[in-house]
């Protein structure tokens, strides 16, 4: 069984500053995609960025970069220059090409203060 | 990116009547499509997968005849709750995939169902 887990509940951070949300996941497939989605107020799930398990590089969208640590099942996210849009429940995801599906983590709420 | 859409945003029903949740993705062929439920401030829980064409695999402890689901094209799915009951209420999301978009899942912006 796929599992992921995000140990931090909640969270904050001030504007302008730099966050780190965990992620682990463990799963048996060598073939596999991993994924931070971001739940604003409004409900509507979000890609935040996507990394693929057979690339070493990790993957970088503008202010959000993550540490890929493979060998460790670690994904975890960093959000740089925090913005008050940033404010969501931020998703930790594992997706097997041959499950088809997604597991995802209990989620973390993050709070940017002004 | 991808856009799925999800209608209605919004049902309130009364007890015992069917609703009925459309999914549309807009500009890519799903594959497959997904459909989640969530409790405030929770995690997404995932009822059931479905692939075009094919019959829905739902997950354990999912009524298959309670929440019925059809894939009936490559880009749309519909979500029936039937015979509602209060307990139904809650926020349900759909998601599609498509070729070419690396596993990845496009939301719709979620059903928010009240049922009286």
Redesign the interface.
């Known amino acids: 069984a796929q599992t992921v887990t995000q140990s931090q509940p909640e969270m904050s951070v001030q504007e302008a500053e730099t966050v780190t949300l965990s992620c682990t996941y463990d799963t048996s497939e060598n073939n596999y995609?991993l994924?931070w989605?971001k739940q604003p107020p409004?409900?509507?799930?979000?890609?935040v960025i996507?990394q693929?398990a057979y690339k070493q590089q990790n993957a970088t969208e503008n202010r959000f970069s993550v540490n890929f640590q493979k060998a460790a099942k670690s994904f975890s996210l960093k959000i740089s220059d925090s913005q008050l849009g940033d404010t969501a429940?931020y998703?930790c995801a594992c997706?097997n090409?041959n499950a088809?599906?997604?597991t995802?983590?209990?989620?973390t709420?993050l709070t940017v203060k002004p | 990116?991808a856009v799925v859409s999800q209608h209605p945003s919004w049902v309130i029903c009364k007890s015992g009547t069917s609703v009925k949740i459309e999914c549309r993705s807009l500009d890519f062929q799903a594959t497959?499509m997904?459909w989640y439920r969530?409790f405030p401030?929770?995690?997404?829980m995932?009822m059931a997968?479905s692939n075009e064409g094919s019959k829905a695999t739902y997950e354990q402890g999912v009524e298959k005849d309670k929440f019925l689901i059809n894939h009936a094209s490559l880009t749309l799915s519909t979500l029936t709750v039937t015979s509602a009951h209060p307990e139904d209420s809650s926020?349900y999301?759909c998601?599609a995939k498509g070729q070419g978009h690396?596993?990845?899942?496009?939301?719709g912006?979620?059903t928010r169902l009240l049922v009286l």
């Open positions: 995609y994924f989605y409004s409900r509507q799930m979000i890609l996507r693929e429940m998703f997706d090409t088809g599906k997604s995802f983590g209990d989620g709420t | 990116g497959t997904f969530q401030k929770q995690s997404l995932l997968t926020f999301i998601s690396l596993e990845t899942q496009y939301f912006p979620g």
